[in-house]
C-alpha cells in the first residue's frame, strides 16, 4: 500500500472536530458527535482505525459512510484498517489459515471480528481453512462498496495549519512521503518521542496517549507546541478506562484548543474527599514485566522488574505464568478527589475503585452514590 496524500483548504469560521482509533465502537462515535452538537456547519477528520477491537465494525464502517455523504468529514486509513484490507486481498492457502486463525482469536478475546461482522450478515459458515476462499470472494461481491471505500482513504491529509495522519510523519517534508510505504505513517509508534519538529501541527491517533505517561495515566489528548504535535488516541476498545476523544480546533487559523470525550462507564458522586498519593506509577503494555511476590485472592502484591516499584495489583489484570508475569493498564495512583467530584466508575473491588475523573485514571478509597 502507497501512502496518498492529501491536499484540502478549510474555509475560515468551520469548527473542526478530530477523532480517532473509533476501534468498531459506533455507539461512541455516535454519542461522542451528539455531545460535541455536531452539525453541517463543522468539519470532521477521523484519523484512522475505524474498524476492529469493537463489537460493531461493519455498523461502525457504514456510519462513517453515511456521515460522509451528509456532512463534511474527511476519514483516513489506519494501520489496522489497511491491515484488514490486506488479509481479505491475500489470496494464498496459508492466508486463509492465517484469517481463520485471527477470527478465532479475535472472537475469544475482542468478541468478533470485521470479517465475522460480515460472515454473519451473509450466512455463511467460516468453520475450517477451505471455507476461507469462498467466504473471501462472497465479501468481497457482497460489501464492494465498504471495501472501496476502505481502500479509497487518503493515509495524509495537509490543510493549511495542520496536518492530518493515524501513526506520524517520519519527516517534515511531507511532499517525500508521497507514494512511499504506507506503513511509514501508518504505524509510527511512539511518535512523540522520535524528536522531529514540524512547521504546522501534526494530529494523530495510533498510539494511546497514556502510553506517554509512566507514572499518571490520563486518557486525553496531548498538544506538544514545541513539536507542534497533537495526540488524541484515547484507548477505545484498547484500553480498560480507554475514552473517544474529540479534539477541536475552534477555526482552522487557531491554536485555542479543547477537546471533549466519551466513556460509557457508570458516573457516581465522591462523597468523601481524597488527596492524591505520591510516587505513583502506570505500567504500560510497553514495560510490564513483574515478579509476584504475594498472591491473593483478589490482588497480588508485585514489583515492578523495570524500576523495583512494589504494589498491590488485581488479578485480573495479570497474564502470563506466575514465573514470567506481566500486566498492563495498571497503576496504584489514588486520584485527588472533592465531595460532590463526577467520577466515571471502572471496576468496584475490595480495597475500593478503580474511577476516571477528567481523563485520569486512579484509585478512589471513599464512599460512593449514584448519580441523580
Partial sequence: MKTIVKKINIPSGKRIIVTSDVHGHYNHLKSLLEKVNFSDEDVLFIVGDIIEKGPESLRTLRYVMELCDKYTVYPL???????????????????????????VFMKKHWGG????DMCNELNICTDSPSDMPRAKRKIRESFNDELEF?????????????????????TADVDSLDGGDAFDVLKNDAFMDKNIYFHKYVVVGHWPVTLYGDSIACSNPIVNR??????????????????????????????????????????????????????????????????ILEKGDEFSYVRHITTGHCFFILNNYIYGPDEDASCDGCTDYCLPVNAGDKLSVIQKTSRGYMVKKNGGSGWYRGMLKNEQ
Avoid at 486481498?89 to 477470527?103: F, I, K, V
Avoid at 476502505?150 to 517520519?170: A, C, D, K, M
Wanted: charged fraction near 25%; hydrophobic fraction near 40%.
Fill in 226 to 291: 514545541s513539536q507542534k504535535i497533537i495526540s488524541i488516541d484515547g484507548g477505545c476498545g484498547l484500553r480498560r478506562d480507554g475514552q473517544l476523544n474529540a479534539f477541536i480546533i475552534p477555526d482552522i487559523d487557531s491554536v485555542d484548543f479543547n477537546h471533549v470525550s466519551y466513556d460509557d462507564f457508570p458516573v457516581d458522586i465522591a462523597v468523601t474527599p481524597q488527596e492524591a498519593s505520591e510516587n505513583p506509577i502506570n505500567i504500560r503494555y510497553i514495560d510490564n514485566k513483574i515478579k
Fill in 77 to 103: 486509513m489506519g494501520n489496522v484498517d489497511a491491515w484488514r484490507l490486506a488479509m481479505l486481498d491475500d489470496e494464498d492457502a496459508e492466508s486463509s489459515e492465517e484469517l481463520l486463525d485471527y477470527m
Fill in 113 to 116: 471480528c470485521f470479517f465475522e
Fill in 150 to 170: 476502505l481502500r479509497s482513504l487518503p493515509t495524509v491529509i495537509e490543510t493549511q495549519n495542520f496536518i492530518f495522519v493515524h501513526g506520524g510523519l517520519p
